[in-house]
């Protein structure tokens, strides 16, 4: 394996993960607007790059582990593109890495920092609507039910009926 493949891999993850921000900043938008069947679409549409991303962050990983393995390294669970730089033999191979990482580590914290803003406005969205909707309902204590007595206002005492019919 070489570090060229793991760097044409980073790229291809890179690609998606802007792709990915750019559907986020999007979804800020339709959120912001209230359209539940774009929402609704992009959701979809984010599946699918998730999806894609999951398979090249697989290929990533089995890339790394074989490369690290060709050059004598114990293999572990977490395998990353950091023992592949200080893996490298030549310093170009190290530069090329580090640079690819940082710009595709940049743009996961972007995508980061907009999921969060996306899920602090969905979120206030629905306390909107519940808020909406408690105004809406009628509270029990102004359902009237006896046409001119409120629920629980009855000065009778309470008695169940077990007591009453005992």
Do not use: W
């Not at 996961?108 to 909707?133: A, C, E, F, P």
């Amino acid at each position: 394996m070489s570090v060229e493949a793991i760097c044409s891999t980073l790229t291809m993850l890179e690609r998606m993960h802007k792709s990915l921000l750019e559907l986020a900043m999007k979804k800020t938008e339709i959120i912001t607007a209230g359209n539940i069947e774009a929402l609704d679409q992009l959701l979809k549409d984010e599946q699918a790059h998730v999806a894609a991303i999951d398979k090249l962050e697989q290929q990533r990983q089995k890339q790394v582990t074989e490369y690290l393995g060709a050059k004598g390294f114990a293999s572990t669970d977490k395998t990353t593109v950091a023992n592949v730089i200080e893996a490298a033999e030549q310093q170009t191979d190290r530069d090329t890495l580090s640079a690819v990482r940082n710009r595709l580590l940049l743009i996961i914290n972007d995508l980061k920092k907009q999921n969060d803003l996306n899920q602090k406005l969905v979120y206030q969205s629905l306390q909107i609507i519940n808020l909406t909707l408690d105004n809406l309902r009628p509270q029990p204590e102004q359902i009237n039910y006896s046409g001119s007595e409120v629920r629980g206002t009855n000065s009778m005492a309470k008695k169940s009926y077990f007591d009453s019919q005992a």
